[in-house]
């Protein structure tokens, strides 16, 4: 019998399966008016059939800790009370159907301010609702981007306090996972990179400086995170700059310090901090990198990208490459894919009692 459907307890939370949703932008909060930021009707009824589906750890997608760290001005926010009440009815939701809860608190850094990616997704300035991005260096993420201003020592501490701020928001929102969003070249992952982060204060330069602000993010979201609660955080295993920027040794040493910052869990992706690498994506292709780290340093391990089949993250957890999958376009094209995936590995998955007729062996 597959570990898949088993539960996984992170402190003293049990999530009552190892399916889980992968964050994903929905780029569709208002951008104007005092709803701006707030998830709505499409976010409760998009997480709402990935909970009747069965999935056992629902991520928000990325939601942004301030107004300029979203990567679109249509993105998710959790900068005030009106985004915080919305969240609240999706997160209770979510759990009054037995699926956990929990949200990806982010900073697009360099790579915000851009369009929707259905037009296009290149930058937008302040007259398409866009803004100046901020960075760790004024180095561009590619051509058409434009320069970000390099962040000042206090206005990283602002940031800093942005994120736990925002996790305090996401507590009382109903959110029982936190994950910080340290990875695809986004702020914390610009920070981590020598490839984004050219600086030369005690926040660039030797690993030990680039590490220094996402650390400070751990610690100040874990002082306010509940003991009880586990803390994610995600990250890009590599730049896959060939040995050059960020890479995979790099992310096994993060791994052993988040540990002792009190994260529970890596999520273990990959890329988004270069434009135009050579990616060798295939069916799994990230799993490796979450497996040296969970082998290496003991930390927990969820493994994302390509994992489309019921057997397949079944192998993963089975090899002890990973202690958890997460789902992205698999699950938006198959919102009830973890009660298929039961059902196909002889497991099970409760079924809301609306539904249970659809279940095969009732036919
Ligand atoms: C993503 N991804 C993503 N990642 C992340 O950390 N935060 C996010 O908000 C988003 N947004 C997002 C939107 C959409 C539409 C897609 C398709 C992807 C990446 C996602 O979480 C996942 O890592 C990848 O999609 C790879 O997994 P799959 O899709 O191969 O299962």
Not at 161 to 177: P, W
Not at 210 to 227: G, I, K, S
Not at 295 to 317: D, N
């Amino acid at each position: 019998m597959s570990t898949l459907f088993e539960p996984f307890t992170l402190r003293s939370l049990t999530i009552p399966n190892r399916v889980w949703m992968a964050p994903m932008c929905q780029y569709s909060a208002p951008v104007t008016g005092p709803d701006t930021g707030a998830p709505g009707d499409w976010h409760l009824a998009h997480y709402a059939a990935r909970a009747t589906g069965g999935t056992g750890l629902i991520l928000v997608e990325a939601t942004a800790v301030a107004p300029e760290g979203r990567i679109s001005p249509a993105d998710l926010g959790l900068w005030n009370d009106t985004q915080t009440a919305a969240f609240r009815r999706i997160a209770g939701f979510l759990a009054g159907q037995g699926a956990v809860p929990g949200i990806q608190l982010a900073h697009a850094g360099r790579k915000a301010s851009t369009g929707l990616p259905w037009q296009g997704g290149a930058p937008v300035g302040p007259g398409e609702h866009g803004w100046q991005p901020v960075g760790p260096s004024p180095v561009p993420f590619d051509e058409g981007h434009p320069v970000p201003t390099e962040l000042t020592v206090d206005q990283i501490a602002l940031v800093v306090q942005q994120f736990a701020r925002a996790a305090r928001r996401a507590l009382e929102a109903g959110f029982r996972v936190a994950e910080i969003h340290g990875a695809h070249g986004y702020l914390i992952g610009e920070f981590l990179s020598p490839h984004s982060n050219h600086r030369e204060d005690r926040y660039g330069g030797s690993f030990e400086n680039r590490v220094r602000f996402a650390l400070e993010v751990v610690d100040a979201v874990r002082a306010v995170w509940p003991d009880e609660l586990p803390l994610f955080f995600r990250v890009s295993a590599t730049d896959w700059l060939e040995g050059a920027g960020w890479t995979a040794d790099d992310t096994v040493r993060l791994a052993a310090l988040l540990r002792e910052h009190g994260v529970d869990l890596l999520d273990v992706s990959s890329g988004g901090n270069a434009p135009r690498v050579r990616i060798p994506a295939g069916p799994g292709y990230q799993v490796p990198f979450a497996a040296r780290v969970r082998a290496e340093t003991g930390l927990a391990v969820a493994a994302v990208g390509l994992i489309t089949e019921a057997g397949q993250a079944a192998k993963i957890l089975a090899n002890g490459e990973a202690d958890a999958v997460l789902l992205g376009r698999e699950l938006l094209r198959n919102p009830s894919w973890a009660r298929q995936a039961a059902e196909a590995l002889g497991a099970e998955v409760p079924v809301p009692p609306q539904y249970l007729r659809s279940l095969l062996r009732s036919r």
